[in-house]
């Protein structure tokens, strides 16, 4: 008996097959263009992610030679945010508008002016941002009336590849939670907004939760893809409400650190906890009847990427030379320098800053050089800064009461055995590693698959039999102790930065 996960990322759809005992059978990833016609636009072909799942999951039947009778339930889980637009005919209207896509700032100032901050923060749980997927609807609402003419339905990224492999129009509440149409203390489509905005409610798709049954793979879709026909397909979840249900937080008390090319905290509660400074979103969780609270951080191993490629030629030939790969070669040079770096602290806002400060204008800074700092100080200092923007997330739920007594990590950066002492110390709670094959989008996705063909009788349940922790770290009182000092002259820096940076962006 098998369950599947299918992930719609940002880079590519990834395919998994895993056993109702959380093995891994087989994987699969197909990628895709992304295209960018004009600077900080990011859009995406709906039809070629649903090409490259079709691929993804002939790859996989291909691979282990099972027979597809075998496969149980399937979970969906994908980018949150992204813009979908269909006709009357089910055709895609325009390429989507995805997460990262930056041009509805205009569009964002009018829905927090018209609706105003106390009701978006009442239904939404949000002060509103550029980034929800209504804000995207309106920009084409203003910019291409020609097409917004003809929408008849619109849904996020996952939820195309659901129509195309079920032919069901359907979300589910995590997902939702992005689109700024949600009524997220009572998990359903509010009426309100869609008024206020002159959005016509019957555009939405139907409402699940994520380990509901959505649909079942068609007749259509089975021919395309190999699968068996009437497979039930789980409501799924949002990439990030997805992975964290792949490494089991599902429960208050448990957060997670994701720690990829952005930095994801991630919480769950048990009712909805706003922060009216928009510093935290708050979404409906995955599991039934719970909510969650995350915060972004835009340039997280994007930081030290940038360093990677901009500034560590010789470290690349290094790597080159010893066969090592070169991050490697990175934290042996931080590891000569002392905590603090030599008094240099990093502010990690290469691309703007989602949380806990919403700022497109935001840019990383080094604060603090001197003639004594080399490549040592820089590159602790980017991992130390990293580790500041996560605690100050972490800050801010602790300011609501929410408890965190263990943190989870995972992503690339959650390798790195120097970074994940960094921020042992900095967060001052305990760091569990999870296995590097384990949890993940479509882990989480094929969990919900087994939820909905009944394999599992709940996400708790199925958490409890699948989900595998690993070592523990515990932070060290004097190292944190150290790390106190700094981190509060951090978090005074931006503030005083504000304004300067808008004045940078005007110039």
Known sequence: MYLMGIDVGTSGVKAILITEKGGLEAEAVDTYDLHTPKPSWFEQNPDDWWNAAVSSIKQMLNKTGIDPSEIKGIGLSGQYHGLVILDKNNRVLRRSILWNDQRTAVQSDYIINKVGKDNLLRICATGGAPYFTACKLLWVRDNEPQIYEKICKMMLPKDYIRFKLTGEFATDVTDASGTLFLDIPNRKWSDEMPRRLGIDKEILPELVESPEISG??????????????GVPVAGGAGDQASAAVGIGIIEEGIA???????????????????????RLNTFCHSVPGKWCVLACINSAAGSYQWYQDKLALWEQ?????????IYEILEEEAARAPIGSDKLIFLPYLAGERHPYTDTNARGVFFGLHTGHGKANLVRSILEGVAFSFRDCLDVMREHGIKVNEIRATGGGAQSPIWMDIQVNVSREPIVMMDANAGGAAFGAAIFGGVCAGVFSSVKEACGRLVKTGDVLRPDAEKSEQYDKYFKLFRTLYPLLKDSYRKLSEI
């Open 256 to 278: 997670s650190y994701s720690i990829g090319t952005s930095g994801v905290i991630y919480a769950a509660t048990d009712s909805p906890k706003t922060d009216h400074g928009g």
């Open 216 to 229: 079942k793979i068609s007749r259509m879709a089975a021919e395309e893809t190999g699968l068996k026909p």
């Open 317 to 325: 030939e290094q790597a080159e030379k010893r066969g090592v790969k």
